[in-house]
């Protein structure tokens, strides 16, 4: 140490002092109330000070949540900060030395080679902090329905990672990074641009972003999105799931992949309870889903051909803000399009559920709410009725587990509690809320026959 201060001393008396009269800051922190503190270098800053990057202070994580969750008023920023903090993480406990078997030095090469790994620890950092730039405003609601057919936000992620702005950046850290390799890590296999090949090592580190088992994408949202909420349903023990997190060779192919120690096991299995129990108190809220509903119709109405524009220029000019003007101003004046979708968002009169997902009613039909829902648009008329009916996505929760004794088995074959977390769905039938008692009333005298009708009509 001052050896180090004695080095800087004689510099600084044979080059002068910067004219600041400072020594530059080349480490720099941030503070979050997830992770406390959340550290970056000079080239690190580059990218999070780009207008990419900045766009996210201006995208709601969770949409219009924050009309039911008041403190639900985050944005894709600072959870992408999160997940590149994690990320880093990540990659330093599973590629230390003593963590890696011979076998996985064997299939990964890379993690033997000092330079490679400098290099791809940045290519992942920087993939984690990037890999929500591609989303629309308000993130995902109706991003299906709001995008040229052959998008989705994934892809804008690339385009704007392979961009011109984004490639001067790159290509001026140190070292220089491939816009390709940080494109593979940020969307993964499945949502990569076609014909992008992946090595065995791009695939576990993009498994550690957006792994659907234990990637830190989701590490960090289920956190960040209980804290802010105000519930504790996504919450669990992430520091002692990450000290465990390993790459190991699965069970059934021997292949790498990202997996936990045995003492580990627990802490993954409460990460998937905490995402179905927050994926039903808070993402399927019945009141959230519904304002999703009247902010798609909403923008169907008001943005041009009904879609968001593709162009990189237009995306990155189009945040939250101007669509809650935009939703503001068709509110209060009839003229304007959309005007009825926007009064029920800002005045909040949105539609009342009438109808939701019921075991019992299942077992007699199991498209029970679609029969339930098109007999209360002939009664009530189209334009008084929604529906939505969602089933989770998410891939396998088997992943490679080190027992004691050195060997490796599925997390399904070790864990009863994975194989018991149930998907979790919704089915919900909306109505205008001036006709809710009168449609409660229908329902109640008409439910079980619509029910059974609709299971006759099946079974033609």
Known sequence: MLLRLLIICVTLCAFG???????????????????????????????????????????????????????????????????????????????????????????LPEVNQDKKRTYWRSVLRMAALCHDVGHLPFSHAAEDKLLPSGWNHERLTAEIILSNEMNSIWAGMTPPLRPEDIVKLAVGRRKAPPGMKFSRWEEILSEIIVGDALGVDRIDYLLRDSHHAGVSYGKFDHHRLLDTLRILLTPATSEPALGVEQGGLQSAEALIIARYLIYSQVYFHPVRRIYDIHLCDFLTQWLT????????????????????????????????????????????????????????????????????????????????????????????????????????????????????????????????????????????????????????????
């Open 17 to 107: 002092m910067p004219k600041s009269g400072r020594i530059p800051k080349h480490d720099h922190e941030v503070r979050d109330p997830i992770h406390v503190f959340i550290h970056f270098d000079s080239d690190e800053r580059k990218v999070i000070d780009s207008r990419p990057l900045q766009r996210l202070r201006h995208i709601h994580q969770l949409a219009l949540t924050y009309l039911i969750y008041p403190g639900a008023t985050h944005k894709r920023f600072e959870h992408s900060l999160g997940v590149m903090d994690l990320a880093g993480k990540v990659f330093d406990i599973v590629t230390k030395e003593q963590n890696l078997s011979e076998d996985v030095r064997k299939l």
């Open 305 to 460: 051909a009904g879609k968001f524009s593709t162009e990189l220029e237009v995306h990155l000019s189009m945040t939250d803000n101007e669509v809650t003007a935009g939703l503001r101003e068709a509110a209060f004046d009839s003229t304007k399009p959309g005007h009825e979708s926007a009064r029920r968002i800002i005045c909040r009169e949105h539609f009342r559920v009438i109808y939701e997902r019921n075991p019992s009613d299942l077992q007699i039909n199991p498209e029970s709410s679609s029969a339930i829902f098109h007999a209360a648009q002939k009664n009530f008329g189209a334009e008084c009725v929604r529906e939505d009916k969602y089933t989770q996505k998410g891939g396998s929760l088997d992943f490679p587990v080190l027992q004691r004794d050195g060997s490796c088995e599925s997390s399904l074959a070790l864990s009863e509690t994975l194989n018991k977390i149930p998907v979790f769905a919704i089915d919900y039938v909306f109505v205008r809320p001036e006709k809710r008692p009168e449609a409660e009333k229908w329902l109640e005298e008409k439910r079980d026959a619509i029910i059974k009708e609709g299971r006759k009509k099946e079974d033609e």
